[in-house]
């Protein structure tokens, strides 16, 4: 990350610090693991696809692109948020970091003068259409019927298009033979390096929103708790992961929503964290 991510030293010592205080943070239990294809030919085939999507100078670090609605008229240079191009560490062909809980996720982001995204900022960058928080969020309710509300009438659409297509993106891979209910010394995170499928990736230049790993995000119960304005909410789970080819646990268009599986506050020291399971980061402009 220091050297790919041009971090400053100061930075370096609290990631550092951040991880050596989890005893699983990490790619994935090497003992377990088996990797679904090497850094090496992730660069290979990124290396001759002849459209990759580049980071936004505007971000003003690395890897990022701005969230915004271009059927709203709006452009880059009025967005008022970046999102992460691939899941942390954020480094192309690089594994994503899981067994994270949401708090070190959230920890870590902040580490880099950055956040969790809110849930709609997260489906905006897959759907290409950043759209307002209070056109997105039934506030004060239940979370059962938030969600619900929301997925009723939202618009169905993948990263890469408007039909499904698990072959696009890292979701071939196999969960290992002993894995059932988890567990660190029997499920390996057999991902695959991110942004190793370059055509997985949305009009916004955002990668591996379907399959790699499913991702921690900040689901506002309240105007005040969005990420955006400082506050801090529920964790949510957003994303298939890179088994979905061959089991589909659950819808995963770029604006569903699930259901509230394990969900605490984000800052709950017990939030929910597995071998399939990371994140990325978004960060709001001046």
């Not at 698990?166 to 891979?173: I, Q, R, W």
């Not at 059932?180 to 055509?199: E, K, M, Q």
Request: with cysteine; charged share 25%.
């Amino acid at each position: 990350m220091e050297r790919a991510l041009g971090l400053k030293e100061e930075t370096v010592g609290k990631v550092r610090a951040i991880l050596g205080a989890s005893e699983m943070i990490g790619q994935g239990n090497p003992k377990v693991s088996r990797r679904a294809m090497t850094r090496a030919e992730c660069l290979a085939r990124r290396a001759a696809h002849p459209r990759l999507a580049q980071a936004d100078p505007r971000c003003s670090a690395p890897n990022m692109v701005p969230l915004y609605d271009p059927g709203a008229g709006e452009t880059a240079a009025t967005a008022a948020v970046c999102i992460d191009q691939f899941e942390f560490p954020n480094i192309a062909c690089e594994f994503p970091l899981v067994w994270v809980r949401a708090n070190e996720a959230q920890a870590l982001c902040r580490a880099l003068d950055k956040r969790l995204c809110d849930a709609h900022e997260w489906e905006g960058g897959c759907a290409g259409a950043l759209k307002s928080a209070e056109s997105e969020y039934p506030f004060d309710d239940r979370r059962i019927m938030m969600q619900y509300l929301h997925d009723k009438n939202r618009d169905i659409v993948w990263a890469y298009g408007k039909e499904k297509n698990h072959a696009l993106c890292a979701t071939g891979s196999k969960k290992s033979q002993r894995c059932t209910a988890g567990g660190f010394t029997v499920c390996g995170t057999n991902d695959y390096p991110a942004g190793s499928f370059p055509d997985c990736v949305s009009p916004l230049g955002v990668y591996d929103l379907h399959g790699n790993v499913a991702e921690h995000m900040n689901f506002p119960r309240k105007l005040e708790e969005l990420g955006s304005r400082g506050g801090s909410g529920e964790t949510e789970m957003k994303g298939s992961w890179f088994i979905f080819a061959q089991a589909e646990a659950h819808e995963d268009d770029c604006r569903f929503r699930a259901p509230d599986w394990h969900v605490t506050k984000i800052d709950d020291p017990n939030s929910h964290r597995n071998y399939h399971l990371g994140f990325r980061c978004c960060r709001d402009l001046p």
